[in-house]
Nanobody, 115 residues
């Protein structure tokens, strides 16, 4: 069973930065794709950033502000979030998909952007 553990969430002011990390109990190079999603109360979970076969993709709302990256040696996937806005407030989830389309999720980490 794969375990994903997110960290790095917190409360920041608009314009500040946060870096989220997702630690995997399995080597991340064994996954087909990895990504970060976010969800607010009453809304569907939305894809924020993804990385697969060396190609990154971002939601339009975060493009140019967020960067997804991987560290194979540490088995971690990070999400650098700059110029944060109040609308970025959400619970952020790490997701990894295996080559057999097996799907894994972390427990989520809260990000709150407020003055």
């Amino acid at each position: 069973q794969v375990q994903l553990v997110e960290s790095g969430g917190g409360l920041v002011q608009p314009g500040e930065s946060l870096r989220l990390s997702c630690a995997s109990s399995r080597a991340i190079d064994s996954f087909y794709a990895m990504g970060w999603y976010r969800q607010t109360t009453g809304k569907q979970r939305e894809l924020v950033a993804s990385l697969s076969a060396g190609i990154t993709d971002y939601a339009a709302s975060v493009k140019g502000r967020f960067t997804i990256s991987r560290d194979n040696a540490k088995n971690m996937v990070d999400l650098q979030m700059n110029s944060l806005k109040p609308e970025d407030t959400a619970v952020y989830y790490c997701n990894m998909v295996g080559w057999g389309r097996d799907d894994y999720w972390g427990q989520g980490t809260q990000v709150t952007v407020s003055s």
